[in-house]
T-cell receptor, first 115, second 116 residues
């Protein structure tokens, strides 16, 4: 079956530090990969996505590259801000033969940025 | 982006009662909606896939008689937790795809259910 593994949190960094949150996956076929962010008290928001190998998704200074050879989709940001504090979820969508299906999520990584 | 509204955001109910959670797509039609459950410090677990006009498809281990899902229109899906018990206390989240071909899903704000 499909699965997503991401690094355990919480991850605590100082403002302007470099961020990496690791994510690896197991899936049949060729999944699409996503990073979602959940700010305190809010629902999930799509942060970025990539639909095929070597694609790079980017948004708000965050980026992640779809690496098929290592089955990874690590999230990076060069300089984090306090406002980036949230829970980040890596997810995949592996659809076989068309039709909608649900997402498979990692457990989430709680990111805490200190001023 | 597309907006999905979920109501209520918080609900406290007594053990043995039923609770209905609504999920609406506000500016698009969603032929398919998904219901997830999130335990504290855990990932979102897909409970069921809700298709407009047909029966929901439940994931293994999810009791369909306990978690009733109705997708009566292209903009509304409801999840009813029947005869709720304290172990049903959780965060329930719905999401919707803008089309069958789309990969992106839009999420509601979630509903915090507490059964006392």
């Amino acid at each position: 079956g499909n699965s997503v593994t991401q690094m355990e949190g919480p991850v605590t960094l100082s403002e302007e530090a470099f961020l990496t949150i690791n994510c690896t996956y197991t899936a049949t076929g060729y999944p699409s990969l996503f990073w979602y962010v959940q700010y305190p008290g809010e629902g999930l928001q799509l942060l970025l996505k990539a639909t095929k190998a070597d694609d790079k998704g980017s948004n708000k200074g965050f980026e992640a590259t779809y690496r098929k050879e290592t089955t990874s989709f690590h999230l990076e940001k060069g300089s984090v801000q306090v406002s980036d504090s949230a829970v980040y979820f890596c997810a995949l969508s592996a659809r076989l033969g068309g039709g909608a299906d649900g997402l498979t999520f990692g457990k989430g990584t709680h990111l805490i940025i200190q001023p | 982006g597309a907006v999905v509204s979920q109501h209520p955001s918080r609900v406290i109910c007594k053990s043995g009662t039923s609770v209905k959670i609504e999920c609406r797509s506000l500016d698009f039609q969603a032929t398919t909606m998904f219901w997830y459950r999130q335990f504290p410090k855990q990932s979102l677990m897909l409970m069921a896939t809700s298709n407009e006009g047909s029966k929901a498809t439940y994931e293994q281990g999810v009791e369909k008689d306990k978690f009733l899902i109705n997708h009566a229109s292209l903009t509304l899906s409801t999840l009813t937790v029947t005869s709720a018990h304290p172990e049903d206390s959780s965060f329930y989240i719905c999401s919707a795809r803008i089309s069958r071909q789309a990969n992106e899903a839009f999420f509601g704000q979630g509903t915090r259910l507490t059964v006392v």
